[in-house]
């Protein structure tokens, strides 16, 4: 009865989160007497997995899951978690992930947690404290059934090694017709930059920039430090930035290691997105901005002067450091 | 075309959030009540497909007589009649199982749900749903035209988006992009006076089980005070990220 894991790759190399998983579910498993399997889909080597405590690899190769997709992942690690007599079934909190969690609950009667930070408070009865309230709280939650899903709130649970010997099963689930009924036409990915939801650190601009023209010493900064580009509601309405780099509420979640927000004041809704970053570093003319109230570091300043500065820094420090 | 839209009364977001009762309840005292902001874009959406393709438009609610003033709201933005299904939404599958039966019920072609309400953040409604009914599923939902009985929506994905084509009958789980956030319906006078009008059916829950259950609520720990460097100790602020908080 040995706690699952979906190790989510793209193009044949794991993902970090699924290291992740991996070090969270050998705690779990550690305690409970039992040990990880991890499903992987049309993955490359998965002996990296051992590295994080997974003892056995469900290997599916298919064509046909070539592509995401949700229904046919779900009823794959539906079918593992089956043939494996999982109680425990952990996922991340990728976009991927949250798409097909549900039908994976719904698959095997099994309630479900997302969001869920930290290790469970107890298993008899089965609690988790996750995320809410826009991450303003917390809230502690009990699973009832037999079966559980968790999702893992993002960056949440770091990487813990623990060497476990591996061993590695091919697994062909069955799969039918109506598992794809929903067809991918087509995939847009802007390529090269990394993106807001793997990146380690984000750089965030608002209005105090006063225009796209001005996004030059930003997206500078966001290089030195192999960051992600976001931005603030305003920004994006305004159509100075892509809407794919607004983050808040209702743009993107960012629970990154490092946040830096320039010329954005902080307004409930962009910090309600942002909030589960670990560091959060403003940099704001204004003294009185709002999101000085919940930054960690802060610079009350023209951006204009800081960011080429603070990039000039950087760039020496990663010399003097590397 | 039935669209059925399902609206979740959640605090707004400026909102205080404090709990009760040995911190198992949220405190709802002079709290205001909305539209959660993602459902609020597939309920503008409906309405343009009503506007534009003569659908109907129903919207739902699993709550207390407390959330009937947000259903009233959607009749007043156009939606053609509201449902309440009376009981607490406290379990996401419990949700999904009383919608299922909503749904089943009432024969709709569409079901556009939002990706996650910003109360609970459980964000598995609209799967959940999906699954019950194995309606085809297309979450984080930024784009959606219907042609007779396809569909073609995007989907938001890491560093991109997806262009997915699926048959009706569908359930999405959306967000902003639906509609641009300037094109939200708001309730006008006229619309308003007619959501009076509108019918607002309650309808007992159907058995189903409770998964999950909040036992507690938390506050995080209180903040302390940010650390300011002057705009000339730019290596005071580079030292405490790389020494300090190790993140760089």
């Not at chain 1, 023209?213 to 930035?241: F, H, M, Q």
């Not at chain 2, 939404?89 to 024969?107: H, I, R």
């Amino acid at each position: 009865m040995s706690l699952l894991i979906y190790a989510e790759s793209a193009e044949g190399k794991f993902k970090k989160v699924a290291f992740e998983l991996a070090s969270y579910a050998k705690k779990i498993a550690d305690s409970l007497g039992t040990t990880v399997t991890a499903v992987t889909v049309n993955a490359g080597n998965s002996s990296e997995l051992a590295n994080y405590g997974v003892s056995k690899v469900l290997k599916v190769t298919n064509d046909k899951l070539n592509n995401f997709n949700a229904k046919a992942y779900a009823d794959v690690i539906k079918q593992a978690a089956q043939k494996e007599g999982s109680k425990v079934i952990v996922l991340s909190s990728t976009t991927d992930s949250l798409y097909l969690a549900p039908l994976v609950a719904v698959g095997l009667d099994a309630g479900f947690a997302s969001n869920v930070v930290g290790l469970p408070l107890s298993t008899s009865p089965f609690q988790v404290k996750r995320n809410a309230f826009s991450n303003k709280a917390f809230n502690i939650t009990e699973i009832s059934t037999d079966v559980k899903v968790l999702s893992i709130g993002k960056n949440s649970f770091g990487l813990v090694e623990s060497s476990a010997s591996l061993s590695e099963e091919d697994f062909a689930p069955t799969l039918n017709d109506a598992d794809f009924s929903v067809k991918v036409e087509s995939v847009e990915k802007t390529t090269g930059k990394v993106t807001i939801a793997d990146a380690d650190i984000v750089v965030s601009g608002g209005r105090g920039l006063k225009g796209p023209e001005n996004w030059g010493i930003l997206e500078e900064l966001a290089t030195v430090l192999g960051a992600a580009t976001a931005c603030s509601k305003p920004v994006s309405d305004l159509g100075w930035r892509p809407h794919s780099e607004h983050v808040g509420q209702t743009g993107k979640p960012v629970a990154t290691n490092l946040y830096i927000a320039v010329g954005i004041s902080g307004a409930i809704q962009h910090i309600a997105g942002i909030n589960s970053s670990k560091v959060k570093v403003v940099i704001n003319t204004d003294a009185e901005a709002p999101f000085f109230k919940v930054a960690d570091y802060g610079i009350v300043g023209d951006a204009f002067d800081i960011l080429p500065k603070l990039t000039q820094k950087l760039k020496e420090f990663k010399a003097n450091n590397s | 075309m039935k669209i059925l839209v399902c609206i979740s009364h959640v605090p707004d977001t400026t909102s205080k959030i404090n709990f009760v009762n040995g911190d198992s309840e949220f405190d709802t005292n002079g709290v205001q009540y909305v539209i959660n902001p993602n459902d609020e874009f597939g309920l503008t959406r409906a309405i343009w497909f009503q506007e534009q393709q003569g659908a109907n438009v129903t919207v739902v609610n699993v709550g207390g007589a407390d959330t009937e003033p947000t259903l009233r709201k959607a009749l007043a933005i156009g939606a053609n009649e509201a449902i309440r299904v009376n009981a607490a939404a406290t379990d996401g599958f419990f949700v999904a199982k009383q919608l299922a039966e909503v749904v089943k019920n009432g024969g709709y072609d569409l079901v556009i749900c939002g990706k996650e309400s910003l109360d609970y953040n459980g964000g598995m409604v609209p799967g959940m749903l999906a699954a019950l009914l194995n309606y085809n599923f297309v979450n984080s939902c930024t784009e959606l035209t219907i042609d007779g009985s396809t569909a073609k929506a995007s989907r938001e994905i890491d560093g991109g988006k997806e262009t997915i084509s699926a048959s009706l009958p569908l359930v999405i789980g959306g967000q902003k992009g639906l509609v641009e956030e300037k094109d939200l319906r708001i309730p006008n006078m006229r619309g308003i006076m007619t959501a009076r009008t509108k019918a607002l059916t309650v309808l007992e829950p159907v058995g189903a089980n409770v998964n999950t259950k909040a036992v507690k609520f938390e506050k995080p720990a209180p903040k302390s005070a940010v650390k300011l460097f002057a705009a000339d100790d730019l290596d005071g602020l580079v030292n405490a990220l790389h020494n300090e908080a190790k993140v760089i």
